[in-house]
């Protein structure tokens, strides 16, 4: 679960900004803390701003790290996404450092990066209450090479030795991260960095689909459709239940679709399974099952007038409908897994209800094992009944344009305070829009 994330330079952040998940003294939801080895970690955390706060640009950071950790190093220069306001920072390095916790230890990454080179980056593993213990250390010299030290507990023999000379000689580009190495480090540490920021950080846009987890889910694991309808009856948006068709290629696909359909069983054959769209853009799910391919398809039951179940296609069902069900999947892994899911602007069509109950389904539950962060605009969840004090947090641009991030905690607000009415107010900063509309001349314009 992450713990902290730290960013310079990058897109509105100029100067070293810190957002946490560390969990301060408050007395109140108690299940919303979990223990993080001898830290404290919060279950939650919404992030408000006006428009073009950064409350977005706090997200693309989280996630430019994490793609740089999936493809192994920098695809391009970072350079166009430095804070441009500040002249300085145009040569000057962007620098990332991610705290998190997982399997029993806290690891602390971070990554230093200007131009397309990779110029310092580092993995401790944090001590706490006693020293941090080094993994590694890297720097990029002027020649390109590397410098790399590691913690004296990972080299013990020749062999590793020598691998750590190739890899300062040659074997390690500028543009790489060590940590892309992994596979030929064989150091269980690097290898629970990278596998943490694969699979346990996910980042959800806006106008990502995540029906397709859902889909492949259930697919795959048909036992998962009674735990799924469980869950979407509880958001009472009229779906009785939600089920899978099976249709089968012959009778799912034209004759003139057949050089389409040989590329689709070769990636069923080599895969065991293949995600592809339908015209209307409804994901679907080819498979092959007692040697017939088939495409399984997500529909719904709505209950008629007499009493009748009726099936729709996704399609048809509302954006918000479908919004809600791209989030199902990920309910459902935070309730039961130790993943940490990072959405910009969870309000994007949802009705404010709906979104509140969705919100209050994870931070209510006791037994809740991962994390949700969020960024919003939807002043209903601001409210002590649903967060604690410092798990609000806000963005707000100083003067020189640069972002700022700082928790409601800061304010010790009372627990019975109407935080909603005070954020509206200014009294939090971080305002949403409040121009004067008189002054916008639309009278005069459209007259």
């Excluded at 290629?249 to 592809?276: M, T, W």
């Amino acid at each position: 679960m992450l713990i902290r994330f730290v960013v310079s330079n990058f897109l509105s952040f100029n100067e070293e900004k810190e957002f946490n998940m560390l969990a301060g003294s408050f007395r109140t939801h108690k299940h919303h803390v979990y223990k993080a080895g001898k830290l404290n970690v919060l279950k939650g955390a919404a992030l408000y701003g006006a428009n073009g706060a950064g409350k977005s640009n706090l997200v693309k950071a989280i996630d430019y790290l994490k793609q740089m950790v999936v493809n192994g190093g920098l695809e391009k220069s970072v350079n166009s996404q430095k804070f441009k306001l500040d002249k300085t920072n145009a040569n000057a390095s962007t620098e990332f450092e991610i705290e998190f916790y997982y399997k029993r230890k806290i690891y602390a990454y971070g990554v230093s990066v200007n131009g397309n080179i990779v110029e310092k980056e580092w993995l401790y593993i944090s001590g706490i209450d006693k020293e941090d213990k080094l993994v590694f250390e890297r720097k990029t010299l002027k020649s390109g090479k590397s410098k790399i030290k590691f913690g004296k507990s990972y080299i013990k023999t020749k062999k590793d030795k020598l691998l750590v000379e190739l890899m300062e000689d040659n074997l390690l580009l500028s543009d790489e991260l060590l940590l892309g190495k992994a596979k030929n480090l064989k150091i269980v540490d690097v290898e629970n960095v990278r596998e943490w920021m694969r699979k346990c950080l996910w980042i959800i846009y806006p106008h990502d689909r995540k029906i397709e987890l859902l889909l492949r889910g259930i697919a795959l694991h048909p036992q998962l459709m009674q735990s799924s309808n469980e869950l979407i009856k509880t958001f009472d948006i009229g779906i009785s239940e939600l089920l899978v068709k099976k249709i089968s290629f012959d009778a799912y696909f034209r004759p003139e679709d057949d050089k389409y359909v040989s590329e689709l069983i070769d990636v069923v054959e080599q895969r065991g399974h293949a995600i592809f769209y339908d015209s209307d853009g409804t994901s679907l799910f080819a498979v092959k099952e007692n040697d017939n391919y088939m495409v399984k398809k997500m529909m719904s039951r709505h209950v008629s007038d007499l009493d009748k179940m009726i099936e729709f296609d996704l399609a048809e069902e509302s954006d918000g409908t479908r919004r809600l069900m791209d989030f199902i999947p990920v309910v459902g892994a935070i309730l039961e897994d130790n993943i940490t899911c990072i959405i910009d602007e969870i309000d994007q069509s949802l009705h404010p209800e709906l979104l509140q109950t969705l919100v209050k389904k994870i931070m209510d539950e006791p037994n809740t094992k991962g994390q949700l962060i969020f960024t919003t605009h939807e002043s209903n969840l601001l409210d002590l009944n649903i967060f604690r004090q410092d798990e609000v947090w806000f963005a707000e641009k100083d003067k020189g344009g640069a972002t700022n991030l700082y928790s409601l905690s800061e304010f010790k607000p009372r627990y019975d305070l109407d935080i909603r009415k005070g954020y509206l107010k200014g009294r939090f900063g971080a305002v949403p829009f409040t121009a004067d509309l008189k002054k916008l001349n639309w009278q005069e314009i459209h007259a």
